[in-house]
């Protein structure tokens, strides 16, 4: 287990909700839905960094979800998101660079701003490929670097600073998606070239 990493989102965890629900959550919403459309009815699916359970609230009902989260804290916070969500869900305190499930586990994986925060994002990914069945999919809400000036050298100038409290903000997660060995499949911009969803298969 990460400690470091666990202990910054620990005490993240006493200010995220007010930090993240009425601003970021409802901007991205409509995006977010239609990245958990995407949710198969029948698929055992593993959604990664539940947070204090915020994305909830956009998940299609009746699916067979588990929620891992490097965090205690927010796990204990998203206790009673996670209790009322309308199908079988379950969540668990897990590193995803040390994840205790079987090879090909789950048909899908879903992130939500996640790979913006992983310590190794690409032995992370790694990881998700393994606990994926073949042909599984792989569905991401991201937040990313950029290519356009000067957004790209303030993200990079500003990055070193963000990751002490949260997520790097230059990270270049769709190469990071290749380098796993996933098929990317679809890419699609929501706000410039900086928040994303990306598609890929194992």
């Given at each position: 287990?990460?400690?470091?990493?666990?202990?910054?989102?620990?005490?993240?965890?006493?200010?995220?909700?007010?930090?993240?629900?009425?601003?970021?959550?409802?901007?991205?919403?409509?995006?977010?839905?239609?990245?958990?459309?995407?949710?198969n009815?029948?698929?055992?699916?593993?959604?990664?960094?539940?947070?204090?359970?915020?994305?909830?609230?956009?998940?299609?009902?009746?699916?067979?979800?588990?929620a891992?989260d490097?965090?205690?804290k927010?796990?204990?916070?998203?206790?009673?998101?996670v209790?009322?969500?309308?199908?079988?869900?379950?969540a668990?305190?897990?590193?995803?660079?040390?994840?205790?499930?079987?090879?090909?586990?789950?048909?899908?994986?879903?992130?939500?701003?996640?790979f913006?925060?992983?310590?190794?994002?690409?032995?992370?990914?790694?990881?998700?490929?393994?606990?994926?069945?073949?042909?599984?999919?792989?569905?991401?809400?991201e937040?990313?670097?950029?290519?356009?000036?000067?957004?790209?050298?303030?993200?990079?100038?500003?990055?070193?600073?963000?990751?002490?409290?949260?997520?790097?903000?230059?990270?270049?997660?769709?190469?990071?998606?290749?380098?796993?060995?996933?098929?990317?499949?679809?890419?699609?911009?929501?706000f410039?070239?900086?928040?994303?969803?990306?598609?890929?298969?194992?």
């Open positions: 287990m990460d400690t470091a990493t666990q202990e910054k989102w620990d005490r993240a965890s006493r200010t995220f909700d007010l930090m993240s629900a009425y601003g970021p959550e409802w901007r991205w919403r409509p995006a977010k839905l239609r990245l958990f459309e995407r949710m009815p029948d698929a055992k699916i593993l959604f990664l960094a539940l947070g204090t359970g915020l994305d909830i609230s956009c998940f299609p009902p009746g699916r067979d979800i588990t891992i490097i965090s205690p927010m796990v204990e916070r998203a206790k009673e998101r209790a009322a969500y309308d199908g079988n869900m379950t668990q305190v897990m590193d995803v660079h040390a994840m205790d499930f079987p090879d090909d586990s789950f048909d899908q994986v879903f992130t939500s701003c996640t913006c925060s992983v310590p190794n994002p690409v032995a992370g990914l790694l990881a998700l490929r393994q606990v994926l069945q073949p042909g599984g999919e792989l569905h991401m809400f937040h990313t670097g950029s290519r356009l000036f000067p957004f790209s050298a303030m993200m990079k100038l500003m990055s070193p600073l963000a990751s002490k409290f949260g997520p790097e903000l230059d990270r270049d997660t769709v190469a990071n998606v290749r380098a796993a060995g996933f098929h990317l499949v679809e890419v699609n911009n929501i410039l070239d900086t928040v994303k969803t990306i598609h890929a298969v194992k």
